[in-house]
């Protein structure tokens, strides 16, 4: 193994785990300013970041809603409210084009008053009368928030004194039984949370007695992931659930009785599991025979459900996936079941209707090309039909039309375009994995490049079933494709691109196949004349930083700079920090030797060497990202810098794990990732490597 770290003796950069340490601090804010210094100083960058965020705050971009029967509600953030505004209408209102917004909560109002750095994190609001809300509020973007009862009527939060419902500070999960009752499931006190920092238990909680007084109605082991209890309203199906997550992949479901009594849902653990009225879905994510039928992953299937839990076991199929063609996401109108489904991830809608002679298919909408429509504010229990669209592609700008089933399509908003894509077009192209796998990305450039390689972009993920379908490029066009640049986005494995098993096939020991897919393409990129090595630059967050971390590592003549986002890096510790407990079900348990064979293998943290020649990276973290440790980016940075690599570092001391905590600082993120590339990425100039 290369590099200065074993893992099973000292860290020398250990200290830097140390999250809000005023030395630590220090050395980031000292990193900071050299990497201010270089990329963020210029008047390019100055009005690049003021036109990225004129982008964010404008007024022409779509207010999208969320639909809760009659009211439209929307959080919205501008330049005079850069906190945001929780806010809403009428469908009419919206409709008309010029809504007039009944504003619920103004939270730099209450960030000032309070003097915290609010943000918003999620409204919980109590149907049908919509007159009360669970305010979730969380300090600096962090995964971790307060909740608080707000009366939607009165326009204020309801103090405890009061009888209102409150939380401090935790990765909590509350939800609606009725106006004086929720399901909680919090920070109770010592062993009432997960290893991964999630509920362990759920309660169940009255309106004007004390939290500890809360009745305790499930309980999960240390080991599981979090558990939650919810109440499905349904007028005439009314149930209640609980259910725990044993790892990020398979959750075990049960029917709740009003004596506490549990019935569990016998389907496969990794399956998504839901239904509506008396019909069960269930998806699936790996092979099952339920009886005399087996069924293939990526299926959907549908049951009588008050039959199933009386031991039948005879379902029908909704969907049933092929080579080219997996599910990506369905839901309910009161009538109708609305699917979108993936073929070479372009999206495709259709309409599945019950009836007495079995369930009837036929396409909901017809789809633009190199596009992606998805279906939205489905409210099936108030209304009706009613369903909306939204579609955009990496050149378009979106648009969001309403329907209903059988019913005229009508356009509410379009977006102005924020970048000129003249003479701009989107092609998809196969690259072949070491594996003899086709895997697609999408192409994005100025019909003037072609024939000519240039400074190519191409961001990667990867990982948790995540897709990345064509979607507008607003920020890639500002920062760089108006620039002359190439923008990539790639459909590797560990995704859902292609169903189920294209995340599947690449879980623990096998996840090298991930880095070999994204590799494969970088290469590809070079054999079409696209771009060369030392024009080609990766970005990837998260998960997707832990893939630019490999890439620097285990192929860093591939590339010419590397943008690396609140990263995963040090992969024989990253289950022991924040939530990563909750991910070794996708990656592995370094505690386990024979996990740790194959994790040491790619571990870029354990893997980086002083003696290779790296390309530039630029690393980026946030203070406030309870998530994904901070420490991961800053050893590497300290790593690189100790090895003599080319390495800047920025951490924004707030923001959470998304990086930003309002659109001034998502401005300025983007800006710096764009003046990175530009700096280091330009036509026909070597990076220089160290």
């Excluded at 969380?138 to 409150?166: L, N």
């Excluded at 005229?408 to 000129?420: C, G, H, S």
């Excluded at 196949?513 to 030392?534: C, Q």
Aim: proline content about 7%.
């Amino acid at each position: 193994m290369t590099g200065s770290v074993d893992p099973s003796a000292s860290d020398p950069h250990l200290w830097l785990e140390e999250v809000t340490d005023e030395a630590v601090l220090d050395w980031a804010r000292a990193r900071n300013e050299v990497t201010a210094e270089r990329f963020a100083s210029s008047d390019r960058f100055h009005g690049l970041q003021r036109r990225i965020l004129d982008m964010l705050d404008t007024d022409a971009k779509i207010a999208f809603p969320t639909r809760r029967g009659r009211w439209l509600y929307n959080f919205w953030r501008d330049a005079a409210h850069p906190r945001g505004l929780w806010r809403r209408t009428t469908f009419d209102e919206y409709a008309g084009g010029s809504p007039d917004w009944e504003v619920l909560i103004d939270l730099d109002a209450v960030a000032a008053a309070e003097d915290e750095n609010w943000v918003w994190a999620g409204a919980a609001v109590l149907r049908p009368e919509q007159h009360r809300a669970l305010i979730s509020l969380s300090r600096g973007g962090a995964d971790a928030k307060v909740v608080r009862e707000f009366d939607i009527t009165a326009g204020r939060f309801v103090a405890p004194a009061d009888g209102g419902f409150a939380l401090p500070e935790a990765k909590s999960r509350v939800s609606w039984i009725d106006l004086d009752t929720v399901y909680v499931g919090t920070d109770f006190g010592p062993g009432s949370l997960t290893d991964s920092g999630y509920p362990r238990v759920v309660k169940r909680w009255h309106r004007g007695t004390p939290l500890d007084a809360a009745v305790t109605v499930f309980e999960g082991e240390p080991a599981d992931v979090s558990v939650a209890a919810a109440y499905d309203r349904t007028p005439g199906f009314e149930r209640h659930y609980v259910a725990r997550a044993t790892d990020f992949y398979n959750e075990e479901v049960s029917l709740l009785a009003p004596d506490g009594t549990r019935t569990r849902l016998e389907v496969p653990t990794d399956a998504d599991v839901s239904w509506y009225r008396d019909w069960l879905l269930v998806r699936l994510k790996s092979p099952w025979r339920p009886g005399a039928t087996a069924f293939p992953a990526g299926a959907l299937l549908v049951a009588d459900f008050p039959a199933f839990l009386a031991g039948g076991r005879e379902f029908e199929v909704l969907f049933d996936p092929d080579p080219h063609t997996a599910l990506h996401n369905y839901g309910w109108t009161e009538n109708h079941l609305l699917l979108v489904t993936l073929h070479d991830v372009r999206t495709e809608l259709h309409l599945l209707t019950p009836g007495p002679d079995g369930w009837q298919r036929s396409p909901l909408a017809d789809t633009p090309p190199m596009s992606t429509t998805t279906v939205m504010n489905l409210d099936r229990l108030e209304s009706g039909d009613d369903f909306m669209l939204a579609t955009s592609s990496f050149t378009t700008p979106p648009t969001l039309l309403a329907s209903s089933v059988g019913g005229a399509t009508v356009e509410l908003a379009r977006e102005p375009a924020f970048y000129d894509a003249t003479g701009i077009e989107t092609e998809q192209f196969f690259a072949t994995s070491e594996d003899g796998t086709a895997v697609p990305y999408f192409v994005i450039r100025h019909v003037d490049r072609r024939g000519t390689p240039g400074p190519t972009v191409m961001y990667g993920y990867g990982g948790f079933e995540n897709s990345y379908t064509p979607a507008y490029a607003a920020s890639a066009g500002v920062g760089w494709l108006e620039r002359g640049g190439t923008w990539v986005v790639t459909n590797i494995r560990g995704g859902g691109e292609y169903g189920p098993e294209w995340h599947t096939s690449v879980l623990k020991e096998n996840r090298h196949r991930v880095y070999e897919d994204f590799a494969a393409i970088a290469m590809d990129l070079v054999a079409r004349g696209i771009t060369t090595a030392d024009q080609l630059g990766a970005v990837g967050g998260s998960n997707g930083g832990l893939l630019m971390g490999v890439m620097l590592t285990r192929y860093p003549e591939l590339f010419g700079a590397i943008v690396c986002r609140v990263p995963l890096l040090d992969m024989k510790r990253y289950h022991l920090l924040l939530a990563g407990a909750s991910w070794v079900a996708e990656y592995g348990d370094p505690d386990k030797p024979e996990e740790w064979a194959y994790l040491s293998r790619y571990s870029p943290y354990q893997n980086t060497d002083p003696g290779r020649a790296y390309p530039p990276i630029l690393l980026t973290s946030s203070t406030r990202d309870d998530r994904v440790h901070p420490g991961h980016a800053r050893k590497m940075a300290a790593l690189l810098e100790a090895q003599g690599h080319p390495v800047w570092y920025h951490e924004n001391i707030e923001g959470g794990h998304g990086g930003a905590a309002d659109n001034k600082q998502s401005a300025f993120q983007a800006a710096l990732m764009y003046e990175f590339f530009g700096s280091m990425l330009r036509d026909g100039e070597s990076p220089g490597r160290g």
